[in-house]
């Protein structure tokens, strides 16, 4: 196996080396019952000590993650850690031999669908397709297949269609971020701005704050970069800039993520005070700021936007702020169509990391969704759609009241739509999948959420997925499980 390491880090080496390949073995990319490198084999593969392989291993059988047998080896536990699945065994058995560079992939490896279709899903964030605007988009795409049935034989320029880049700055006015078509870059979905930009800015040695929990799916993106991920924890006014500033004369950042409106997963919105703050610290330190917003549509109804803190790339004055905008959370998932604004050479930079990637995003989508966006229904349907949601979120907390038991932590506000929920310590929420996959559902352990090593008691929910008679059955079996798992814990 690859491990990158930087002999530079602060974080020992051994925990470098045990942090990639304890997150590979619960990401399933090392599968149970495989037989590690042999200490000897390890410490010459890496240029390390046999007392560092050594400890490495005691780690990880320590973690419950391995066992190491004597005068075999040590081989990769199957049970309650590993959640990925029987061995695949011969003829592919070889293919183990052959070395990659993933370091984890957690999102792969808890993603809903992987799993059958009858399992209820409280994973994925996105929201069912009886609550989304259907006819606007499907009057949009027919418009389209009349006026320019040339865009299904023709190839997009590589940072967006010239006419779709307008539009969306158009729709980005009417949320108070102001931008240009030329600061603007049309993405498959956010999860590919966030690669551009770990392709682009990030690299061994390079070192980028992550707010911790994070969105899981960044994390995996960050860590193939071989980047140096620092934790920095979030309260409920956002990322904390405090420790930021603690940690400034020890670690030289290159870059900071952060979800500041609708944090993923737990739902926090940063204040316009932590915002300005973050913006201060990254001017004074030379730190690119990398921003995912997700979310804000979807709280202009239940906040009034005066009270929305603006984007902070609406705040920023000198270009440090690479802005990303998806618009699965509130339109359409299957679409995968988002949008990266930067400037200046930041953005030439990312520019042509998009042409190397996938020479452009596709003509026929951003031309669908043209008439889309410059429909004057759009918002209202927006605002409709909103509100139904924020009165499903307040159902669901509700319910959380009634049935959960009170030792189980839950927020009172959220925004987004996920909820962060905490398990007594010592309630591990990996061991408690393939029950909750017995049961009929399924949610995403709060281990796949941090960068190192992680807390295990938390859990995240999204009620936005499912249809109205299915998610009430679907949180009434996630409760039952849930004070089972105290009770058990407390005999």
Request: glycine fraction near 6%; charged fraction near 20%; include cysteine.
């Amino acid at each position: 196996m690859k491990i990158s390491i930087n002999r530079q880090s602060n974080v020992s080496i051994r925990e470098q080396i045990y942090l990639e390949i304890s997150q590979r073995i619960r990401s399933g990319l090392i599968e149970p019952n495989f037989k590690l490198p042999s200490v000897r084999d390890l410490s010459e593969e890496l240029s390390i000590s046999l007392v560092t392989a050594h400890h490495v291993y005691k780690m990880l059988d320590n973690s419950g993650l391995t066992e190491t047998i004597r005068g075999k080896g040590t081989f990769v536990r199957k049970g309650k850690d590993n959640t990925s699945g029987d061995h695949v065994s011969a003829p592919f058995d070889w293919q183990l031999s052959i070395s990659d560079y993933l370091p984890r992939a957690s999102f792969w490896s808890q993603s809903a669908v992987r799993l059958p279709p009858n399992i209820l899903d409280l994973a994925s964030a996105c929201v069912h397709h009886s609550l989304l605007p259907m006819h606007l988009i499907q009057e949009s795409i027919y418009q389209t297949l009349k006026k320019f049935p040339h865009a299904l034989g023709q190839y997009a320029n590589f940072q967006g269609d010239t006419d779709f880049l307008l539009a969306l700055t158009e729709y980005l006015k009417l949320l108070s971020i102001k931008l240009k078509p030329h600061q603007l870059l049309v993405t498959n979905g956010t999860q590919q701005g966030i690669d551009l930009f770990a392709r682009t800015f990030l690299g061994p040695g390079d070192t980028i704050a992550l707010e911790t929990p994070c969105f899981s799916a960044a994390i995996d993106a960050f860590r193939l970069s071989h980047a140096n991920l620092q934790p920095i924890p979030v309260d409920a006014n956002g990322i904390r800039v405090d420790i930021l500033e603690d940690l400034a004369p020890h670690i030289r950042l290159k870059a900071i993520y952060t979800v500041p409106t609708g944090q993923n997963p737990t739902g926090a919105i940063m204040s316009l005070s932590r915002r300005q703050d973050l913006l201060s610290f990254a001017r004074e330190h030379n730190v690119l700021i990398l921003e995912d917003e997700p979310h804000r549509e979807l709280e202009m109804t239940r906040i009034k936007t005066s009270a929305l803190p603006p984007p902070l790339k609406a705040l920023d004055t000198d270009g440090r702020v690479i802005y990303l905008k998806g618009f699965s959370k509130f339109l359409f998932p299957g679409m995968r169509l988002g949008l990266l604004a930067a400037d200046g050479s930041i953005y030439n930079r990312l520019l042509a990391a998009k042409s190397i990637a996938d020479l452009g995003s596709p003509l026929w989508l951003q031309k669908s969704l043209l008439p889309f966006f410059q429909n004057p229904q759009l918002l209202r349907s927006i605002s409709k759609m909103s509100s139904l949601l924020d009165a499903r979120r307040k159902n669901v907390l509700q319910t959380l009241d009634q049935l959960l038991d009170p030792r189980i932590a839950r927020p009172k506000q959220s925004a987004g739509l996920h909820l962060w929920l905490s398990m007594p310590l010592g309630i591990h929420t990996d061991y408690l999948i393939p029950e909750a996959h017995r049961r009929g559902v399924h949610f995403l352990p709060g281990s796949i959420f941090y960068p190192g090593e992680p807390e295990t008691n938390h859990l995240r929910i999204c009620w936005t997925n499912l249809a109205d008679e299915d998610l009430p059955k679907a949180l009434e079996i996630l409760c039952k499980l849930l004070n089972d798992a105290v009770k058990n814990h407390d005999a």
